[in-house]
């Protein structure tokens, strides 16, 4: 069974402090690795996707990067709109499920002015 | 197209009532899923349609719910004799094949049920 796990559960910083957040996975084949942002009372917004270990995308402040094991999101001297849960999610490869997405539980950022 | 809507936004009910949510996704788009949220926790997946087609249904989910497509169009999720544990955030997802693998899904804002 597929499993994602988000670490730290909630992190808070200052503005400006960088600091990675962690989604550890275990998949059969990893079709793609999804970060998304999630705010109060909404559905999650599509961040990156990533596909293969060394791979990394950058949009702003934030930039994920992938190996076989786990994904990091990197967020370079932050603001406090930045502030939300960010979530992680595995596709994985072949079967019957392919189009599922497995979610980890996020890592709720707040960032103080 | 404005993406997925999702009615109502809130939904309280009293433990016992039926419940139906309504899912429009974005138009282009031939997969439809469902996913349950609750605090603190990520999404999980309940159901997912090809088209008209529903093709995986959750064991989370008991025989309270159910779900249709007609058409290929627009989706509804329903609970009977809805149960306290019920109360979540309900999530409506849509995507085809191409924009799966590249930009996941996309979801609406969610009917955040809340049984009484």
């Known amino acids: 069974e597929d499993q994602v796990t988000q670490s730290p559960e909630a992190l808070r910083l200052q503005e400006g402090e960088s600091s990675s957040l962690n989604c550890s996975y275990t998949?059969?084949?990893?079709?793609?690795l999804f970060w998304y942002r999630q705010d109060p009372g909404k559905g999650p917004e599509f961040l990156f996707t990533l596909y293969s270990a060394g791979e990394e995308k950058e949009k702003e402040r934030l930039k994920a990067t992938l190996t076989k094991k786990e994904s990091f999101l990197h967020i370079t001297a932050p603001k406090p709109e930045d502030s939300a849960t960010y979530l992680c999610a595995v596709q994985a490869t072949g079967g019957g499920s392919n189009y599922k997405l497995t979610f980890g539980k996020g890592t709720l950022l707040t960032v103080n002015p | 197209d404005t993406g997925v809507s999702q009615d109502p936004r809130h939904k309280i009910t009293k433990r016992g009532q039926n419940v139906t949510f309504r899912c429009d996704p974005i138009?282009?788009?031939?997969?439809l899923y469902w996913y349950r949220q609750t605090l603190g926790q990520g999404p999980e997946f309940l159901t997912y349609f090809q088209n008209e087609a529903q093709l995986e249904k959750s064991r989370l989910l008991s025989d309270r719910f159910s779900a249709e497509r007609p058409k290929g169009s627009f989706s509804t999720l329903e609970i009977q004799r809805t149960e306290q544990g019920d109360s979540a955030m309900y999530l409506c997802?849509?995507?085809?094949?191409?924009?799966?693998?590249?930009?996941?899904?996309?979801f609406g804002s969610g009917t955040r049920l809340t049984v009484v």
């Open positions: 138009s282009e788009h031939n997969r």
């Open positions: 998949v059969s084949g990893l079709r793609g």
């Open positions: 997802a849509s995507s085809d094949q191409r924009t799966l693998s590249n930009y996941g899904y996309t």
